[in-house]
Nanobody, 126 residues
Framework: QLQLVESGGGLVQPGGSLRLSCVVS????????IGWFRQAPGKEREGVSC????????KYTDSVKGQFTISRDNAKNTVYLQMNSLKPEDTAVYYC???????????????????WGQGTLVTVSS
């Protein structure tokens, strides 16, 4: 059974950092592109970052460039999202998703990914 489980969310003050983890099971992470998405209250789910199978190509949405870093450790079946200098507008439920495509889509959409985690809540507030 293909499964993704996110963790690492929580409450953080503005300017703080969090590292999210996405642990996959039931499939070989080497064969999947992984995306991170987020959904703020009352808003649509948006793609945040994507990393190809080998980690050779990484994409970020403009609003998080220089702030978030995606990485993967295929040996640990885990993908990470390091989030620094967090702002209140980064508050959202964060999801990781997997797809067997070869490359990240030009702009990650929910329809581009076939397997989803349950999400982890990140709240940025003082």
């Amino acid at each position: 059974q293909l499964q993704l489980v996110e963790s690492g969310g929580g409450l953080v003050q503005p300017g703080g950092s969090l590292r999210l983890s996405c642990v996959v099971s039931g499939f070989n992470l080497d064969n999947y592109v992984i995306g991170w998405f987020r959904q703020a209250p009352g808003k649509e789910r948006e793609g945040v970052s994507c990393i190809t199978r080998s980690g050779g190509i990484i994409k970020y949405t403009d609003s998080v460039k220089g702030q978030f870093t995606i990485s993967r450790d295929n040996a640990k079946n885990t993908v990470y999202l390091q989030m620094n200098s967090l702002k209140p507008e980064d508050t959202a439920v964060y999801y990781c998703a997997a797809d067997s495509r070869l490359l990240c889509p030009a702009q990650s959409r929910t329809a581009d990914f076939e397997v989803w985690g349950q999400g982890t809540l990140v709240t940025v507030s003082s």
